[in-house]
């Protein structure tokens, strides 16, 4: 059953975080529905805009009756517009979207791979299956120390992070599918969770 709604958010915080902008929207009534994987949409622009695409962006955490929370990269004129707004404005968001992560019925080992701001969703996801008894391996990758994301944060939650940089300048050298088959084996995974660019995923 679908419980997404449109509704006219506040902004009631953002912060670089990063190379990248933490949001907060007030949404009270949207974020009681939030689960790990699911999307906002965010019309950007604002009112008599020619930019008439919403712009995607995983939920990174929900407050259940409070607010829900994104991670943005400045990439384009959309994205530009989203991080130049200021705390009390009003923007229109259609949330909760999308298909949730299919979650374990029993504790089992979990690698949770991401790249860059892909790592918006795993904080939320982690925290599930730690409360599922999962051990969770979890994998950050980017392709600079500047464009990693959540590596405290997950830390916390995950028995066991591991970072990679492109060029080496945090963690290990190299991708997140250099890291992958050690971190399956050290917890014998059964499930990888992946969020992040299209060529990280293939």
């Not at 419980?3 to 007030?26: L, M, N, T, W």
């Not at 599930?128 to 950050?140: N, P, Q, S, T």
């Amino acid at each position: 059953m679908s419980h997404a709604q449109q509704i006219k958010s506040i902004v009631r915080s953002i912060e670089p975080v990063g190379e990248y902008f933490h949001i907060v929207f007030d949404a009270p009534t949207v974020a009681e529905h939030v689960e790990p994987g699911h999307f906002v949409a965010v019309a950007v622009g604002g009112v008599g805009s020619g930019m008439l695409l919403r712009r995607a962006f995983s939920i990174h955490n929900a407050t259940p009756g409070d607010s829900i929370e994104v991670i943005v990269a400045a990439h384009g004129q959309g994205t530009q517009w989203l991080t130049e707004t200021h705390v009390g404005q009003e923007v229109d968001i259609i949330a909760p979207l999308g298909k949730p992560f299919l979650l374990p019925t029993r504790p089992v080992g979990c690698v949770l791979v991401a790249g860059g701001y892909g790592a918006a969703p795993m904080g939320l996801l982690a925290r599930e299956l730690k409360a599922r008894g999962c051990e969770i391996e979890v994998i950050l990758g980017a392709a600079t120390q500047g464009k990693l994301f959540g590596v405290l944060e997950l830390t916390r939650d995950a028995d066991n992070v591991t970072v990679t940089t492109d060029d080496g300048s945090s963690g290990l050298r190299g991708r997140v599918t250099d890291a992958l088959p050690d971190a399956i084996a050290r917890i014998g995974g059964q499930a990888v969770y992946a969020c992040g660019p299209m060529p990280m995923l293939k």
